[in-house]
């Protein structure tokens, strides 16, 4: 994977603007990812869900062999700019526990809300595997 930043442009923070793939390999589409839990228990605050979602994440990506490394895409959709960025701190610690040093091309979207009405994030995800 190559990452694409023109040089007269200003280097993204946490994110990247695009990535080239190329080569034979598996792709893994992952539905969105909420912050709730195995039992369908939602923390009160947006980093502890947004949390969640990253190891939900990191649990489907380890299932199809892949890991952080192989994101190529994220989408998330957050239901609250205030409280996305009062969890700044938070949602960086979560972002390095969970995904290290990668950061793949990333849109944030704002919305009115997600179907399970506890949910303030839902994070979509594509990955890429080359084969060996």
């Not at 023109?6 to 539905?31: D, M, N, T």
Request: glycine residues 12%; aromatic residues 8%.
């Amino acid at each position: 994977m190559r990452i694409l930043q023109p040089a007269e442009w200003s280097k993204p923070r946490g994110f990247s603007h695009g990535v080239v793939v190329e080569g034979a390999g598996r792709w893994v589409v992952l539905a969105g990812q909420t912050g709730g839990d195995e039992t369908g228990s939602y923390a009160p605050d947006m980093a502890a869900q947004v949390a969640t979602a990253l190891k939900r994440i990191m649990k489907l990506l380890a299932e199809a062999g892949a890991g952080p490394e192989h994101i190529v895409r994220l989408t998330w959709y957050l239901t609250s700019r205030g409280e996305y960025e009062a969890a700044g701190a938070g949602i960086r610690a979560a972002w390095k526990e969970t995904l290290g040093r990668n950061f793949p091309p990333s849109t944030l979207l704002y919305v009115g809300g997600l179907v399970d009405e506890r949910a303030k994030v839902e994070i979509e995800v594509t990955a890429f595997i080359p084969s060996a």
